[in-house]
């Protein structure tokens, strides 16, 4: 073996416990799901009318003993809440935004620069956290009903509900109010 052939062999090494890395994990990502649930998923595909093969595949991939239509739930319910979590974020950047704008227009001109330009950095991350959010909530929030809809036969859980906000004063508190759906 030669001086060349000795500094490349951890290299070569390396490179063999790759390939032989890269050749077995295909062979285990492609893992089956549990019997019976692909019935499954084709019922809940049909009852809802949702595209659920990325879900599938992440249902084969984590290997989850779970029926499937309990780890779309879970799944689904993450998701919206993160989407839930993402909103009220952007609801306290804007607090501090605005705290941070009103305090950079007061009359002293030493701190009034600083101030609004991380009002108005704060104001694109807000706006940033509620795109992102309210497509989370939105989206999978919808996915939610639908396969509530489906799994129960008879409409979503009793839970409580944020009703929409009104541009007028209404009786259940300026059109913001809480209500129980069963």
Known sequence: MNNTDRRFAPVRLAGSVLLSAAVA?????????????????????AKTKLDLSREWAAYGQD???????????????LRRDVGRGLVMAGGVTFLAGAFALIYGLSDLPDRGRPSKVTGYTLAGITGGLWLVGGILWGINGKRLDKLETAVLGFGGRGRVRL????????????????????
């Open 63 to 77: 290997r989850d003993p779970e029926p499937f239509a309990d780890y779309l739930d879970r799944r689904f319910r």
């Open 25 to 45: 994990l295909p062979a285990v990502a492609s893992a089956a799901p549990p019997p019976g649930q692909e019935e499954s998923r084709r019922d809940l595909e």
């Open 163 to 182: 009703q929409t906000a009104a541009p007028i004063l209404l009786p259940r508190g300026a059109g913001f109010g809480v209500s129980l759906a069963f």
